[in-house]
Structure formats: C-alpha cells, structure tokens
C-alpha cells in the first residue's frame, strides 16, 4: 500500500470542532468495562517511573485482558489498500473471542478529526479504538477524548517502542496513545553526483552545505538542497529537527525557549542555506510536493523529505533520477553525534473513554503493536514503531529506508500541549518570515518565543 497522506497533517479545526472539544469535558464513562475519561492532576513524583527515559504514571487501573470476548469497533484511517481488513483478519484469527467492526473514517485528516470529536464529545461508546495523528494526545486528553492508555497497561508494555515515539504520546505524565505506524524524515542524495565529484555523504550540515555549494558552482546540479520552507506546519518539522541538532527545544519545563543560541544557530543555518545559494530562493513557499519535484526533475543534489520520497523517486512515469538516488539518516552540526534527529510523524492508537469493552479494546491494541501486526504494516509501506520489528535486518526488504530505522533518532514536535496549533503557528509563521528576510533571525525568535508563551498561558486563540 501507497498511503502518502501527510504524516504530519493540518492542525487548524473548523470552529465546530472546536465548539465539539469544550462539550467534550466533563463527560466521562465509570461504568465497570469502561475506561476512566475524567481529568486528572499530574501524578506525583513517587507515583512515576522511567520508560525509555519518559517519567509516566504508574499504572493506576491494571486490566487483565487475557480473556476478553465480544465486539468492537475500530476508526481507521487507511486511505487506500485492504490494510485494515488484513489486520483484522489476522487479528480475529488470533482471538476468535473478540470481533472488530470497521469503521471508515474520512481521508481528510480535519474531516476525520471533527467526526471523532463529535461522536466521542456526544457521549458515544464507539469506536472503541481509533486512529489518529501523532500531535493530537494532548489536545485530546485535555479535552477528556481519549483515556489515559497508561493507567490500564504495564509499564513495561511502553518498552517495546523504539525511543522517541512515547514521549510524543505523552501528556501531564500519562501516555493518552500507543504508537501505530511512524513517519519521518530522511535525507536523499544524488549518488551519482557524489561518485563524479568524489565526495561523501554528508553527516553534518555543514559538510552537506560544502558539498552541495560545490557541485553546483562546477554545474552538477542547479540546486544544493531542497526542504519545506512554507508558512505551514511542515516547516515546524523541518525547524524542530535543526533547533533539535543545536542542542535546543522549543519548550522547556513548560515555557517557550526559542530565544536562545541553539534556535539562533538553527534558524541562521537555514537562512543561510537560501543567502548562500545551496537552497532556491522560493524555498520559502516549497511545501513537500514542490521540493520533492525539484530533486526527482534532477535539479537537486539532496532533498528532506519523508519516507514516500523514496518510491517516488524510483517511479519512472515522474522521476527523472531513477537508479541515481540513495537515502541516508539527516545530518546533525558539527560536534552533536553522528547523526541528526528526525521529526515523528504517522498515527497512533487512541482509547475512547466511553468504550463498554475495554478489555477487548486492550487487547486489540496490545496485538496492533506486537511483532506480527507490525510486520503485516511494515509489508505494506508503513513505518513499524516498536524496536523487535524496526531494527530487524530483515526489514530492508520492503524498503532502504526501513533499513535505516535503527540509525534514526526521533525527535517530536512541541505537541504536549492543548495548545499545541497556536504553538505550531507561531513556529512556523515567524521562521518563515525570517527564511524570506522580512525579519532578522533574532527577532523573528523573539517574536516566535512571546507567542508561544502567549498560547502557553492561555490567553491565545489556540489557534483554532
């Protein structure tokens, strides 16, 4: 299956979501198989424990789902291809006790939210279980949409998942969603032109910016380097992986720290890349589909792009680069490690709060993250998320981009926070600004930093 959906998705909501989430709270499922939905304060420090080096709460509500029976329904979210229908499949051939009804869920990724919030905010006991974006935890939990995964389950059952990935599903210290299929990005290069020009593949950005600057002034290439640069939320992914390389975040014990050296350094490299000439000067308006064409036209010696880029690059109807492209871990500056960090993307498992089978929703989602439902997603050009099956060599046959997934360092976006689309914005908005010169590099941080702050505190739109 061929699913390019955007991995990192939209994150503005029609005002009727929004109106949807704040009927949401407050309604809340006690019944004896149901799942807790209600709010909760953050645990106390005694009651944590380290996962992967993620401090959770302790399980609060252990649910022995060994022996669960009966029916439920399942949101998913696949666009094309027979995967959901497979899974359940095998699934159902595993458990015979337990039935999974499929639910279509809508291929547009804010259509498909407002449906769930309407549904779950009414008061609905299904689905039991769906599929949503890896930046929705948060936003959800808050507002009493999904149940806290991590009071059901063993702490131990977060430790399958390959580092990075439970923090993202993390908010006020309990894990609201378990990591389904993961997305992230790469870096694709023009093997043949690093073979004519005898250099390597580049593990920093700055090596990269050499190299790229130096086949195109002895007319290898026209451009150097090509990534998502429009005021959009792609370019908060392509941001946080350089602010990340510095040694920063965006946020820090809950407060907005971009206006520090290592955003200062993050940013300046990127705009640097357009003054330099590395990078096309309309990179400022590329979002994936206009960068990824300037590589596979054959006009770029290297691309960010996610792991689609990798077929698509390979498809003799659109590409022009077939056979001359290889794909390698993002770089990292000079001094931070041998390789870069990498935004997460994809979709993750959720738990309604209102379900009236919760042991057979566990149980579900226990199987939707084991070796062989993973394997089954990984046959079918989905990005597996749990170590048993992502750094199995084996993984190389469905594709070389899998092959690299134990050299990937995730890293997530500033999503543990309801708030996150206004976080979101201010990001991308005020680092575009600074990509298209409009405001010095140091401004456009300050600027970015008193409205994330300002969303942080609540006295912002949200963004929705």
């Known amino acids: 299956m061929k699913n390019k959906v955007k991995r990192w998705t939209s994150v503005a909501l029609a005002s009727s979501a929004a109106a949807a989430l704040v009927v949401g709270c407050g309604q809340t499922s006690n019944t004896g198989s149901g799942a807790n939905g209600s709010a909760s304060t953050s645990p106390s420090s005694a009651d944590m424990v380290n996962v992967a080096g993620v401090q959770i709460a302790k399980p609060t509500h252990l649910v022995n789902y060994k022996n669960a029976s009966g029916t439920i329904v399942w949101a998913e979210s696949f666009t094309t291809g027979s995967t959901a229908s497979e899974l359940v499949s ?136 090509a990534w998502q640069g429009a005021d959009y939320e792609g370019l908060t992914c392509d941001f946080n992986e350089y602010l990340a390389d510095a040694g920063g975040s965006v946020l820090t014990n809950g407060k907005a720290t971009l206006d520090t050296p290592a955003a200062k350094q993050a940013l300046s490299f990127m705009r640097g890349l357009i003054t330099s000439g590395v990078t096309p000067q309309a990179v400022d308006t590329f979002q994936e589909p206009q960068s990824e064409n300037v590589f596979t036209q054959g006009n770029a010696v290297f691309l960010r792009n996610w792991s689609y880029a990798w077929a698509d690059s390979q498809d003799p109807q659109s590409s022009k680069v077939v056979g001359k492209v290889g794909v390698a871990p993002l770089p990292t500056f000079a001094g931070h490690g041998s390789s870069g960090y990498s935004t997460v993307g994809g979709w993750d498992l959720y738990l309604n709060p209102h379900t009236k089978n919760l042991a057979a929703a566990l149980q579900f989602i226990d199987w939707m993250t084991s070796p062989q439902a993973q394997e089954i997603l990984a046959a079918n050009s989905e990005m597996p998320t749990i170590k048993a099956v992502a750094d199995s060599p084996s993984l190389a046959k469905y594709s070389p981009v899998f092959a690299l997934l134990p050299k990937v360092k995730f890293v997530s976006r500033p999503s543990q926070t309801p708030n996150y689309p206004a976080v979101s914005k201010a990001i991308y908005d005020n680092v575009n600004a600074a990509l298209a010169g409009s405001v010095p590099v140091a401004q456009a941080l300050k600027d970015a930093n008193q409205q994330i702050q300002k969303a942080l505190s609540g006295s912002g739109s949200g963004g929705l």
Request: proline share 7%; no cysteine; hydrophobic share 40%.
């Open 90 to 225: 095998a699934f159902e051939k595993k458990f015979p006790k337990i039935k999974v009804k499929l639910q279509v869920q809508p291929s547009n990724t804010d259509t498909n939210r407002a449906d769930l919030t309407a549904s779950i905010s009414g008061g609905s006991p299904t689905p039991d279980v769906y599929m949503g974006d890896v930046i929705w935890p948060a936003q959800f939990a808050h507002s009493q949409l999904a149940a806290p995964l991590s009071d059901y389950l063993p702490a131990s059952f977060w430790t399958r998942f390959s580092n990075g990935l439970v923090a993202g599903a993390t908010y006020d210290g309990k894990v609201y969603a378990a990591p389904l299929f993961a997305d992230t990005a790469f870096l694709y290069y023009r093997k043949d032109l690093l073979a004519k020009y005898h250099l390597p593949v580049p593990k920093t950005w700055q090596q990269l910016q050499q190299e790229a600057s130096y086949i195109v002034k002895h007319g290898g290439a026209k451009y150097g380097f």
